[in-house]
């Protein structure tokens, strides 16, 4: 895959970019996060919390949104990837923003790849090993294309629209009630903390916040001229993303408000197939399957990303990279059998290292390094609203220590 954007300064006046492929950054940002986990976590709270849940998706989509303003203002002003950038604020930074993201990836792409499994076994009856290796031989073949950067930014973007039909026709089956929603989005009975920062850590947490930015600034949007698309297109991919969990959850709600069960081992399939019998199982299927192989394309994308910019030989034989990205995580997957449950743990920790050590280097580049903005005067208000986000992501980074020292003790 070509890469038009400059590593090592600024990028001048930019050339307009291809609406194609700037929809497909906004969706490669929103798929990414869609990813299976996604699914189950948003399952799993709606059946704890019920109505409230929406609350916190309310506050969440907020904090999401402060983030993705400023990662995608500084990353499209300057032109510049995130590790670049954060070189030039403190030498080394770069490359332990990359190191943490590029493993962060890796393993939860084999997450992916189980996703895929699971997605095309609820669909098809599939073999998961099987599916797994399907899914992934599809991912590589869209890389593999001639014209692989239109080839990716399709399938996001048709698949994305897929995942939120199916789950907008079953949250209309599943009958959810609709006023206690919308009364407890702003007057919940309950409001978990913690609940809203892992939604926070799962939308925007590790990779995911530079997917679409880093595609953005090479499909050609960039530059001070261009803020007011930057902005538009920050913001859509984080509504994209909300609206999909607000359809899973009344989806979800309107099963478990009726006082049905879900099974604890798959409780999203479970959810589906009450709603609507075997055809909500299948759909299911298709579903986590959509979701598992568009995060499985960001994860290798994004990834390899963070890695162009260190050697020319790296930038020349990109596409072959982000193939062995894929199949070192297939590979992986397979002959474990199932998810590494310890690694995905130690993964999820170091992704919510990545938002407050990123975001921490891009505000201050934002503040006080213009001269890597070129010249550009950043907004007090959107720089004050990135720092109050950013101390909400070191609570998560908090967090994510205690979850690495939980692991060894």
């Not at 032109?79 to 670049?84: M, Y």
């Not at 080839?151 to 959810?176: E, K």
Request: charged share 10%; with cysteine.
């Amino acid at each position: 895959m070509t890469d038009p954007s400059s590593t090592r300064q600024a990028a001048p006046a930019s050339r307009t970019p291809a609406r194609g492929a700037l929809v497909g950054a906004v969706f490669l940002m929103a798929t990414s996060a869609i990813g299976p986990g996604f699914i189950t976590q948003t399952t799993a709270f709606t059946a704890e919390l019920g109505a409230a849940f929406a609350f916190a998706i309310l506050v969440s989509v907020l904090v999401d949104i402060a983030i993705q303003l400023n990662v995608w203002r500084v990353v499209g002003v300057s032109g510049r990837r995130a590790q670049d950038l954060a070189n030039d604020v403190a030498p080394g930074a770069g490359y332990l923003l990359a190191g943490l993201d590029v493993f962060g990836g890796l393993v939860f792409n084999i997450g992916n790849v189980a996703g895929c499994a699971l997605g095309l076994n609820a669909l098809l009856g599939l073999d998961v090993k099987i599916g797994g290796a399907v899914s992934a031989a599809l991912a590589i073949a869209i890389f593999l294309s001639r014209r692989a950067g239109v080839a990716m930014d399709r399938i996001v973007v048709v698949l994305g629209g897929v995942m939120i039909a199916l789950t907008l026709y079953v949250a209309v089956a599943s009958g959810p009630p609709l006023g206690d929603a919308l009364r407890q989005t702003v007057l919940p009975e309950e409001v978990r903390f913690l609940t809203i920062t892992t939604l926070i850590g799962g939308t925007v947490g590790g990779y995911i916040v530079y997917a679409g930015a880093h595609r953005m600034i090479e499909s050609g949007l960039r530059g001070a001229e261009n803020v007011r698309g930057i902005t538009r297109s920050s913001v859509t991919g984080i509504l994209i993303t909300g609206l999909m969990r607000a359809l899973l959850f009344l989806a979800v709600l309107g099963v478990v408000a009726g006082g049905t069960e879900l099974a604890a081992d798959n409780p999203a399939a479970s959810a589906f197939e009450h709603a609507v019998g075997e055809t909500g199982l299948r759909l299911f299927g298709l579903i986590m399957w959509s979701a598992a192989v568009t995060s499985v394309i960001g994860a290798s994308y994004t990834s390899v990303s963070f890695l162009v910019s260190f050697s020319p030989w790296i930038e020349r034989n990109r596409g072959r990279l982000v193939v062995a990205f894929i199949v070192a995580s297939t590979l992986i997957y397979l002959a474990l059998g199932k998810t590494p449950v310890t690694l995905l743990i130690l993964a999820g920790a170091l992704n919510g290292l990545i938002l407050p050590v990123g975001l921490g280097v891009l505000l201050w580049a934002a503040a006080r390094r213009r001269d890597l903005l070129g010249g550009y005067r950043y907004p007090v208000w959107l720089l004050a609203l990135g720092c109050l986000a950013w101390v909400l992501t070191l609570y998560l980074g908090y967090n994510s220590l205690t979850g690495i020292a939980d692991l060894w003790s």
